[in-house]
């Protein structure tokens, strides 16, 4: 039982697993974070602009959190690749590609968050992940908003809608029966 402790009394250390993939989701928000501050410098659109730094901060939330769990289990952190950014203003990449890159790193970022939670018996961890998720889906729809209204976004394509093919079905059968 004190193996799934983690939201009060004593928590237990964690298991390699779990440091792994705290130390590896810290470093991909490490990584994240430095992409999202070189692409706010040189996108010119304000809303696309607004939509890195609020990636960039939401990634330098999650690498605290993560890096302040870490720290307290004397384990070490993930570097930070802050430094690796230039203050240049001009854009070598098309807000479209940037835009583009940003939500398939987000994609990738909510399918390592998911693997951490379901490795995770802390609840803690768990309840922090969940939390993530959540918010992360949050950036992950207002991105894809901005690639729709840009028109950079086409709907892919549905399975078939087999209720309303059903309906269709039945219409039609109806039309045959009277002529």
């Given amino acids: 039982q004190n193996y799934l402790a983690g939201f009060f009394g004593d928590?237990?250390?964690?298991?390699?697993?779990?440091?792994?993939?705290?130390?590896?989701?810290?470093?991909?928000n490490a990584i994240g974070k430095a992409l999202l501050m070189g692409f706010s410098q040189t996108a010119r659109t304000k809303e696309i602009k607004q939509y890195f730094i609020q990636g960039r901060d939401l990634s330098n939330k999650y690498l605290g959190d993560i890096n302040r769990i870490l720290l307290n289990e004397n384990i070490d952190i993930a570097p930070s690749y802050d430094g690796e950014v230039t203050a240049s203003t001009e854009?070598?990449?098309s807000e479209r590609l940037m835009l583009l890159h940003t939500s398939v790193l987000i994609s990738a970022g909510l399918q390592n968050i998911g693997m951490a939670l379901s490795l995770s018996p802390r609840h803690d961890l768990a309840a922090m992940y969940t939390k993530m998720i959540t918010e992360i889906e949050s950036l992950a729809n207002?991105?894809?908003k901005l690639l729709i209204e840009n028109g950079w976004m086409e709907e892919p394509?549905?399975?078939?809608?087999?209720?309303?093919?059903?309906k269709t079905n039945q219409n039609n059968l109806a039309k045959d029966k009277l002529h």
């Fill in 11 to 28: 928590i237990r250390p964690l298991s390699v697993i779990e440091a792994y993939q705290l130390f590896f989701n810290a470093k991909q």
């Fill in 91 to 93: 854009g070598p990449f």
């Fill in 142 to 144: 207002a991105g894809a």
């Fill in 157 to 166: 394509p549905l399975a078939p809608d087999r209720d309303a093919l059903g």
